[in-house]
């Protein structure tokens, strides 16, 4: 059973940073040895669910155009861990932040944000102008 642990939310300024991370327990992909794919969404009230980072096995990184430059998706221990490091942090950050991962992965498909198979619970993210 895979689970998907997301911790590191909480309320900062606007310019401040947070860093988030995701434990994940269960979690193979059906592709080859090594083979993942997962990233990070989020949704603020009112408004659709986003990718905002996504990282594959080969360490091919996508990110979604309002966070370049200010976000870092990386990971530990190759799939066990799956980090955000977010700086410059604006008010439309603002977010339930959730931690994704695909179970059969194709790599353009999985940089597109897409083939998630696997959620977790969310943390918020509050940043206050």
């Known amino acids: 059973q895979v689970e998907l642990v997301e911790s590191g939310g909480g309320s900062v300024q606007a310019g401040g940073s947070l860093r988030l991370s995701c434990a994940a327990s269960g979690y193979t992909a059906s592709n080859s040895e090594g083979s993942y794919c997962m990233a990070w969404f989020r949704q603020a009230p009112g408004k659709e669910r986003e990718g905002v980072a996504v990282?594959?096995?080969?360490?091919?990184?996508s990110y979604a155009d309002s966070v370049k430059g200010r976000f870092t998706i990386s990971n530990e221990n190759a799939k066990d861990y799956l980090l955000l490091q977010m700086s410059s942090l604006k008010p439309e950050d603002s977010a339930m932040y959730y931690c994704?991962?695909?179970?059969?992965?194709?790599?353009?498909?999985?940089?597109?944000?897409?083939?998630?198979?696997?959620w977790g619970k969310g943390t918020l993210v509050t940043i206050s102008s």
């Open positions: 994704a991962a695909g179970h059969v992965v194709v790599p353009e498909i999985c940089l597109a944000f897409g083939g998630m198979d696997y």
């Open positions: 990282i594959d096995g080969s360490g091919s990184t």
